[in-house]
């Protein structure tokens, strides 16, 4: 059971928007630290994809972006492409745990 | 261009030990913090512990306080990852990650290794 609550799965077709939610609690999100989002490819690497909740490191495309309302983040993808089907996480740190946490990721499917 | 190349992934036995390396290029090495991440087989991320630039602080996750030490050289430009009384449940893909100077208020990690895999089992 992950600190950090995502949806397991998303889907959405070529050219739609997508958002994948991340849902913490006043200990990390609801505290005020910073929600960062990677995106990871089967076999590869996790890379850094939003930052500090709402920023992307260069070389990004902005149809990815971040928002945060609360204990909640999301990572919104418009205009779907077959190359964003990843999967993807949330991270931020936990001041009960004094530890950075990840949430269980979600896979994206473009069907 | 900015690298992180990690090694010593092996079979190993539990209850044994094993010594990862993480070299690293490209960049002031010992301006950066260093983490450390994992990820068992089919399952998502777990942060296991980072050093500072400096290598006066270190911290751990709880899973793996007591059994797993990092520490780095910055003459090699390298750190590493101890790790000892090794459980079945520390079998994963091991990755070290350069901690992003612009996240201060939770670290965040840029760019990351291709990892090493560490499988634990008789």
């Known amino acids: 059971q992950s600190v950090l609550t995502q949806p397991p799965s998303v889907s959405g077709a070529p050219g739609q928007r997508v958002t994948i939610s991340c849902t913490g609690s006043s200990s990390n999100i609801g505290a005020g630290y910073d929600v960062h989002w990677y995106q990871q490819f089967p076999g590869t690497a996790p890379n850094l994809l939003i930052y500090?909740?709402?920023n992307r490191p260069s070389g990004v495309p902005d149809r990815f972006s971040g928002s945060k309302s609360g204990t909640s983040v999301s990572l919104a993808i418009t205009g779907l492409q077959a190359e964003d089907e990843a999967d993807y996480y949330c991270q931020s740190y936990d001041n009960s745990l004094s530890a950075v946490v990840f949430g269980g990721g979600t896979k994206l499917t473009v069907l | 261009e900015v690298q992180l190349l990690e090694s010593g992934g092996a079979l190993v036995q539990p209850g044994g030990s094993l010594r990862l390396s993480c070299a690293a290029s490209g960049f002031t090495f010992n301006n950066y913090a260093m983490t450390w991440v994992r990820q068992a087989p089919g399952k998502g991320l777990e942060w296991v512990s980072v050093v500072t630039g400096d290598g006066r602080a270190t911290y751990y996750a709880d899973s793996v306080k007591g059994r797993f030490t990092i520490f780095r050289d910055n003459f090699k430009n390298t750190v590493y990852l101890q790790m000892s009384s090794l459980r079945a449940e520390d079998m994963a893909v091991y990755y070290c990650?350069?901690?992003?100077?612009?996240?201060?208020?939770?670290?965040?990690?840029?760019?990351w290794g291709q990892g090493t895999l560490v499988t634990v089992s008789s």
């Open positions: 990650a350069r901690n992003h100077l612009s996240c201060s208020h939770a670290a965040c990690y840029d760019p």
């Open positions: 500090g909740d709402v």
